[in-house]
């Protein structure tokens, strides 16, 4: 049994579980032992070899069953430049300093306080509680489609990721290619002897560009806009030779609504242009990174009305949902399982995946009461 939300959090945050290699057994078994202590079921999910999901059930007789879900790999913070060590946590300000503090093991830890909650007060409840810590989320939701292929039932779906505690009920999906550019070497003092793949990766980025204003023309009422960015790039082997290859990643952001078909269409569109305009212009490879679709739940399903009213119950004044602009394991869970899902999670995606991710200590304990309070209602 766990007493204490900030040395809790602390524990997990030591455990690796950084997305590669997104090895996640000492955190289940750090899991399996709490959940032990509280009385609740516990089903271990191999998926892949050092990567399993963990299922840690409470039954409260017949009613509705309401899921838990959310991650237990985080960002690799390989590159990055930390103040401290990323897997021993700091408390400085009233909040905790470490990784994974905000995306997802906050999420994550508190959800089990409010798991460990109903088990020792069940009181006047009715359903099921299963939490579903899943592997792989950073790779695209591995772990969680697998949960739906093990034909996942639920009434209900709260997913924890960083969110400020708000209630999201859209998030956007995910578009993300590599894409080689093929160029001719040459020495550089006769570039006319070469084709500089750097040069034509610049015509495209441009493209990029012009996509990226013409998607900001229309805006989902919780997301925004779609948008298309070049996030990394790397071409060229010396100082003195015309490029050969170079490479990007193109990341495009899905709203509810768009599909990777049309993406497809705008990406095929755009290289039909550049090779008609630029001389020599040859894409070598494209290669998919992340692949997620966006999803949305009605603000009028019950896990969306029972979530509102126990925010407003929280905070004594009237609650009105949002969207999550990132990707997670909603889904997963709306698109394949049709479970009506909402997000909700200490912590800001500002601080996710960078270096010195902190998530505040009154947000943890505002998560647990949370959780709780949308258990209690879902299952009254």
Known sequence: M??????????????????????VNEVISWLENWAQGFGASIEVQKVEPFKSNILITLEFGSGPTLLFNTHMDVNNPEGQSWDSDPFIAKVKNNKIYGLGSCDAKGSLVCMMFAMQKLALNPNALAGKVILTAVMDEEAGGHGSFHLVKQNIKADGAVVGEPTNLNIAVAHKG????????????????????????????????????????????YKHPFL????????????GTRQNTIPGFCEIIFDRRLIPGETHEKADLELQKMMEELKAEVDNFVIESI??????????TD??????????YSKKSLSSSNYEPTGFRAGCDMSKLVNYANIPTVIIGPGSLEQAHSPNEFVEIDQLYGAVSLYENIARGFLS
């Open 174 to 217: 995910t578009y993300m290619k590599k894409i080689r550019l093929k160029g001719v070497p040459a020495h550089s003092a006769s570039p006319e002897n070469g084709v500089n793949a750097i040069i034509n990766t610049a015509y495209f980025i441009l493209k990029i560009q012009e996509l990226n204003k013409k998607l900001s023309e």
């Open 224 to 235: 925004g806009s779609a948008n298309a960015n070049v996030t990394v790039i790397n071409g």
């Open 2 to 23: 766990k007493q204490n939300i900030e040395e809790t959090l602390k524990e997990c945050i030591s455990l690796p579980s950084q997305n590669p290699p997104g090895h």
């Open 287 to 296: 290669e998919t990174i992340v692949s997620t679709i966006p999803s949305e």
């Open 299 to 308: 603000i009028n399903e019950k896990i969306v009305e029972t979530a509102c």
